[in-house]
């Protein structure tokens, strides 16, 4: 297997907190120096979250545009995919980053259960969040934590409202929502594949202690990977992760144990379909 794996590390997300894992990165200046070491690393997108003075997850446009203004300088040529998660605000506030035109969005389709609440994705949400995100030229990533959630991308597809190919994650491993079980995985990727072609490109994320299975069925599979202290803030059992660095690491490995190059930045942006980096 030779195709590139583009990896993604999800530096921050809404819940962990330094309580959790000390090398969470918090301020923008910690987000900053983590997500540069996770590019070194190997890393080729940056998916983001920002936080306010009191370390909670907010959507404030100016702290993402300090964050995306720093991840350019210092990482030359990476994605950047800003969040527009339900955990940061509420209505279109979800939204309020997409004027700065990242390269990526998150996109949920559909609405499901976390352990605690629903994650709610109301339709017309849902289509406005499509509709800023093609008025800003931002690429959706379909965050599939349901297969309602493929086939409802599909259709949004077909009806213009995802003009481009869509970018399919599988988010596995979140209590009350889609388990990680290998025969769902690999439904999942003939699913896609069935209704976007062969070639599609896909993703998966594990969350938890689920991350390296998730990673390793992935590279394995021919898909991407995302991984990063958003999802998972341990080694294993008895060890915390020193870095997103570090987990980054861990699917380079795996990269190299299945015999696939791991993405550049180019790389990416080719098999994503994004616009070169000036």
Known sequence: MSDPCIICVAITGSVPTKENNPAVPITVAEQIESTHEAFEAG?????????????????????????????????????????????????????????????????????NNFPTRVYENPPDLVDWLAAEMREHGVKPEIEAFDLSHIFQAKKMHDDGRLPELPYVQFVMGVKNAMPVDREVFDFYIATVKRLFGADAPWCAAGIGAHQLTVNEWAISSGGHARTGLEDNVRLDRERLAPSNAALVSRAVDLCEKYGREVASPTQARQILGLKAHA
Do not use: N
Not at 55 to 82: N, V, W, Y
Not at 89 to 101: D, E, I, T
């Open 43 to 111: 890393a080729s997108i940056a998916h983001c979250h920002v936080r306010d003075d009191e370390g909670k997850p907010t959507s404030d446009p100016e702290r993402f545009a300090a964050l995306k203004e720093g991840i350019e300088k210092h990482c030359p040529g990476m994605i950047i995919q800003l969040s527009t998660g339900g955990r940061s605000g509420a209505g279109q506030a979800r939204g309020g980053m997409l004027p700065l035109a990242p390269d990526m969005a998150s996109l949920s389709v559909g609405s």
